[in-house]
């Protein structure tokens, strides 16, 4: 396993790149879902953080809130885009108003392509 | 000669012409006065009998949903009878004893529901106890003639309940709700991130699983009331969709003991609160929505969790899970955020304050 605590840094602040109000699942369900989170920022940063090896910091805070079909959309669609190793080590969270929020995540990740 | 004696000619049979021409104008001009006169008192008698067709229905003495569910439901299907047979509904509050926000808007999704609309009207009359009234009042459910349950403006006054539906997520009616109580519990906006939660949970339950079409999306409605007294804000969150326990694709285990009658309703609306049984997709990631709410309410982000869905009701904080005689149509989420019990969870752990 790679050793990624001492990468270089790259951060996505949810509430000031994204919305205050993050919404539903998917685009057909409401505005700011999760699907367009992840096609417009999440996606692209992450690859970005994975061509130039550095760790990426997901800002979760400033939110009004999230509900799980936005944050399993968002990062259960990454990883099933991507191997769940490869994110978890890519990826760390930043969240002091919800720190639940991290370990939720963190299980999307992971059974992102059980069925 | 020939020339003059012809122009005499013309003009005697443009004269005749004329003549039919005016006798037509003026028998058709009369025969559209008759059939005007005739639809005229048509229309007279089709409202009149319309008008007879009044059917006054007496609320329960206490319009309560989350206290009496049961009187409500059996009301709101008398209404809904009613008004299928193309008759005018009068719903009756003036001797109602207790009135508390749900169940006004029970009533305001029952009348606005298409089904409800097609065929009937649904009016109403104002409680005579001047609080309840004034709590109607605040509703904003008066408009233009009498009472008209359709969706208006706040009475900014008190703005005690602030409603908006929908069929779709609507982030920004979740925030909206929220910030309107928090200046009213609090006097400034707050964020209630467990409230917001909810609230985006609840619309997603709706739109994905209040209509077993998946073409078809349900229409929700979302309420909070600020008691100025007693500061708690009151929130409820309505669809009349299919319910929580009809939209569930149980397993094969499960629906034997149901048909077994070794297990019921309640036992399952709890099952899927805590997450043991699943969404009806069968993917293990969907399905999260209410047991989220559930983990909420446990972080105690808001109190008094109440839950109807089809013949279940869920006073969640007293776990209180009972079958009704009559099934509610469709689901009912109640909470409360009390400004007393806010301020005493952020003077014991810092870290609640949201």
């Keep these: 396993m790679i050793n990624t605590m001492n990468l270089p840094q790259m951060m996505v602040r949810i509430a000031s790149e994204f919305s205050e109000t993050p919404g539903p699942r998917s685009r057909d369900e409401g505005d700011y879902s999760g699907q367009q989170f992840l096609e417009e920022i999440l996606k692209p940063r992450f690859e970005e953080a994975k061509n130039t090896k550095q760790k990426l910091i997901v800002d979760l805070d400033g939110t009004d809130g999230y509900a799980t079909s936005f944050l399993e959309s968002a990062f259960g669609g990454l990883a099933r885009i991507y191997e769940s190793r490869e994110i978890l080590e890519t990826m760390a969270f930043k969240s002091n108003e919800e720190p639940y929020l991290e370990m939720e995540i963190k299980q999307y990740i992971k059974e992102a392509r059980k069925t | ?354």
């Design chain 2, 1 to 354: 000669m020939r020339k003059i004696k012809s122009h005499q000619k013309y003009n005697e049979s443009q004269r005749q012409k004329n003549k039919k021409r005016l006798k037509r104008k003026l028998s058709h001009k009369k025969r559209l006065e008759n059939w005007k006169n005739e639809l005229k008192d048509n229309f007279s008698e089709i409202y009149k009998n319309y008008r007879l067709e009044e059917v006054k229905v007496k609320s329960p003495e206490n319009l309560s949903l989350i206290q009496e569910p049961e009187k409500v439901i059996d009301y709101l299907e008398k209404i809904e009878n009613i008004s299928s047979e193309r008759k005018t509904v009068l719903c009756d509050l003036s001797d109602i004893e207790g009135l508390t926000s749900d169940a006004i808007i029970a009533i305001i999704a029952l009348s606005n529901d298409p089904k409800v609309k097609r065929n009937g009207r649904i009016v109403g009359n104002v409680p005579k106890n001047q609080k309840l009234a004034d709590k109607f009042y605040d509703s904003g459910i008066f408009g233009e003639q009498r009472i008209k349950f359709a969706d208006g403006a706040i009475r900014q006054a008190h703005g005690a309940i602030f409603r908006k539906h929908n069929t779709q997520v609507k982030a920004d009616v979740a925030s909206a709700l929220i910030k309107f109580s928090t200046e009213k519990l609090f006097g400034e906006p707050l964020k209630l991130k467990g409230v917001y939660t909810t609230l985006i949970e609840c619309m997603n339950n709706t739109i994905n699983h209040a209509t077993l079409d998946e073409d078809d999306r349900e229409v929700w409605w979302a309420t909070v009331y600020f008691d100025e007294e007693r500061k708690i804000a009151f929130f409820n969150f309505l669809d009349n969709g299919v319910g929580i326990l009809e939209s569930l694709d149980l397993k094969w285990h499960n629906n034997i003991k149901l048909k077994a009658g070794l297990k019921d309703n309640s036992q399952i609306l709890r099952e899927v609160l805590e997450g043991k049984i699943g969404s009806r997709i069968g993917l293990s990631y969907r399905g999260k929505g209410l047991p989220e709410i559930y983990k909420r309410f446990k972080r105690e982000q808001f109190s008094r969790l109440i839950i109807i869905a089809n013949n279940v009701f869920a006073d969640v904080e007293k776990d209180d899970f009972r079958i009704l005689n009559k099934p509610f149509k469709g689901t009912f989420f109640h909470w409360e955020i009390s400004y007393d019990k806010y301020n005493e969870l952020a003077a014991n752990d810092g870290s609640h304050s949201e």
